[in-house]
């Protein structure tokens, strides 16, 4: 069992929140969500899953602080997912607003879990309509991560999983809802699915990725992240793809600790992050 040092989460937006060992208060202009403290170090954005327990978010976030980097996450409810015009796509334009007006000038990491891929890819969306003006947020980003990453075909299998992981019943019955409701609302919601998904098969970012799935995931299956690394490898993109034999959705760290960390920091030591310490893969490990 591993022990999770106090941490604390402080509110940027609705959606985005700032993690930290340290107390330290966040200010930001409320309108451009820029901070009136730029970044001196590295940052993450954990793009987190359907319902992540805080305490799970900071065993990702020890990790990043541990190594010298500012942790901010951003997440979704099962609402927003639903219901993308009024839900993911005002979050996904938080979060371009958020990067577009902070400078991370050393450097910032995407770190995505499961419908993070969904939501980046509305971010990507929101991004083209103006690239002229959005080029900088794609240019800010140094490296990627997707952990267990959702495509569309699994949306009816991934949300049931999250909201009841412990109960059968009611996965199958959402199940059904789920099916039910990408088909009977194709135009406020399938169709903003699917687009999502060609921009996140295209994608706009060409900094190095790092792919962790599982051959026994449902959600974040090999066969949908192959799709998207082959898709990003024709388009130059250096990935990195780590595909464990058996590992629950989401649970890859807490699966196979060791591993996936040095996977993970092999990743990053890659990106040439100016502040990363160098002797934090043997802590992390103790």
Not at 81 to 100: C, D, H, M, N, R
């Amino acid at each position: 069992m591993v022990n999770v040092r106090a941490l604390s989460m402080q509110e940027v937006s609705r959606s985005i929140q700032m993690i930290t060992d340290k107390p330290r208060n966040v200010e930001k202009d409320q309108q451009t969500l820029q901070l009136k403290q730029q970044c001196e170090k590295p940052v993450v954005l954990i793009i987190s899953w359907l319902n992540a327990r805080q305490k799970h978010l900071a065993k990702y976030a020890e990790l990043y602080i541990d190594q010298g980097f500012d942790v901010f996450v951003a997440q979704i409810t099962p609402w927003q997912l639903l219901w993308p015009v009024k839900g993911t796509q005002l979050v996904a334009a938080e979060i371009v607003k958020f990067l577009k007006n902070n400078e991370f000038k050393n450097g910032l990491v995407l770190h995505g879990f499961s419908v993070a891929g969904y939501l980046w890819g509305e971010c990507l969306v929101h991004i083209a309509r103006d690239l002229a003006n959005y080029q900088v947020v794609l240019d800010r980003v140094t490296g990627q991560v997707w952990d267990s990453a959702a495509d569309i075909t699994e949306i009816s299998v991934g949300v049931p999983t999250a909201l009841f992981p412990k109960n059968p019943t009611l996965q199958n019955a959402l199940r059904k809802y789920m099916l039910y409701h990408m088909k009977a609302f194709h135009e406020p919601a399938t169709s903003h699915y699917i687009r999502s998904s060609q921009m996140f098969h295209t994608n706009l970012l060409r900094c190095p990725a790092l792919f962790l799935v599982s051959k026994t995931d449902p959600v974040g299956t090999v066969e949908a992240n192959t799709r998207v690394k082959d898709s990003w490898e024709q388009s130059g993109v250096k990935t990195t793809f780590h595909c464990w034999d058996r590992s629950p959705h989401v649970s890859h760290f807490m699966k196979h600790r060791e591993e996936y960390i040095d996977v993970l920091f092999h990743h990053l030591r890659q990106l040439n992050l100016p502040t990363i310490k160098q002797d934090a893969l043997l802590r992390a490990k103790l």
